[in-house]
């Protein structure tokens, strides 16, 4: 099959340590307070961005006739738009959505547990697919990777 062999659905990643935090804040105290009209505003504007940054990114690749489901088969390795500020930029998206969601739902475990997801997405679907993309792109995808950072 032509896509990257996954360990771990991306928003699984990341949403499965999001949701245990957010059940955590729900059934303890959490230990350090998340509120404040700072935390809301922040809260939101990283859900916007995070609407605004996966919008353009999916709407690139569309634009490109590449996969935009993760897992999906690859035609060509992206360098212009989003990608050539991120490699992973829905990745980049999530992540600033899980953060969001922690805020604006004032957990603190759930915020405390994002560096838990982020290291499993990147365990489980970034080194998957950056093994295909470089199996299957070669030199023109290790020319990218060294041009264009990982995150941001």
Do not use: C
Request: net charge positive; hydrophobic share 55%.
């Amino acid at each position: 099959m032509d896509a990257p062999a996954f360990r771990i659905w991306p928003p699984v990643a990341l949403g499965v340590p999001l949701a245990a935090g957010l059940l955590l804040s729900a059934a303890t105290a959490d230990p350090v307070a998340v509120t404040g009209s700072a935390v809301r505003w922040v809260g939101w504007a990283l859900v916007v961005a995070f609407v605004l940054w996966n919008g353009w990114t999916l709407a690139h690749m569309v634009t490109h006739d590449t996969a935009v489901l993760p897992g999906g088969a690859t035609v060509l390795v992206l360098q212009s738009g989003p990608f050539r500020l991120s490699r992973n930029p829905l990745y980049v998206g999530l992540v600033a959505l899980d953060v969001g969601w922690a805020l604006l739902a004032h957990s603190f475990w759930a915020l405390v547990l994002v560096p838990i997801g982020v290291a499993a997405l990147w365990w489980g679907a970034i080194r998957p697919e950056e093994r295909y993309l470089a199996g299957k792109f070669g030199a023109e995808y290790d020319a990218y990777r060294s041009r264009v950072r990982r995150w941001v």
